[in-house]
């Protein structure tokens, strides 16, 4: 059972960032991590009774977890709300993308992502972006890490974006799975750099490392990422997040206490 209806739901990529704060959301939910099941495999004979899918798992650059690994959730021949990404665009425009915006992935990561939205058949499709949260890997807590001991760190400005925590997502998810089955764009108000990010982790948690701002070539990533993903919904109905400060104030009282 659900901790929000009375849906028995599962939630795939249980030991993720998001995962983990759905696995609160959803306290009596079937939590699957990847030892549970390999989405890269079909779903196993015998599955439990289920009225819900959350579909959280996810890799980067992984074809086999992010399409097929949907096809196969998928297969269960339940409600499936999966979630994707703001990497679906191309970044060239200037103002947020909403859902009839047409996509163009740069990076092997927007593609799958793409090309899994479209296994969904019923259900919905919640594109987010700039995940953060108290566990797994992310931006935040790598710059904590790096604030804690260094001096300065380098930090790309010339993206932007709008930081989203899990916890402030998780909990409009029940609120998502009473809407209308299609896609929705879910992220935190208002938006910033990577760099305008980083800044404002370090004044929260009293650290006085500088920002070094540089730009996208300076940093010389592999894969290529959007300059501009800010995503809002057109949708009537679709939650509105909380602003990306107020989650990064929540996130990091959490890890202080």
Known sequence: MSGSDDRRVLITG????LGAALVEEYPDARALTRA???????????????????????????????VLGTRHVAALGRPVLAFSTDYV???????????????????????????AEAEILDGWVVRTAWLFGWSGSNFMRTMLRLGADRSEVSVVADQE?????????????????????????????????????????????????????????????????????VIRSERSGTPTLPHWRDGLSECLARLRS
């Open 161 to 229: 974006g709008s930081p989203t925590y899990v916890g402030h997502l998780a909990t409009a998810v029940p609120e998502i799975a009473e809407l209308q089955a299609g896609l929705y764009h879910v992220a935190a108000s208002g938006s910033c750099s990577w760099a305008d990010f980083a800044e404002a982790i370090f004044e929260e948690a009293g650290f006085s490392c500088r920002v070094n701002r540089i730009t996208t070539e300076e940093f010389g990533a592999v894969a290529p990422r959007p300059a501009y993903s």
């Open 14 to 17: 249980a030991a993720g960032q």
């Open 89 to 115: 665009f191309d970044g060239t425009r200037s103002r947020p993308y909403v859902e009839s915006d047409s996509t163009n992935p740069l990076s092997v990561y927007g593609r799958t992502k793409l090309d």
């Open 36 to 66: 549970d099941w390999d989405l890269a495999e079909p779903a196993p004979e015998h599955r439990p009774e289920i009225d819900l899918v959350l579909h959280e798992a996810a890799l980067e650059e992984a074809r086999a977890t992010n």
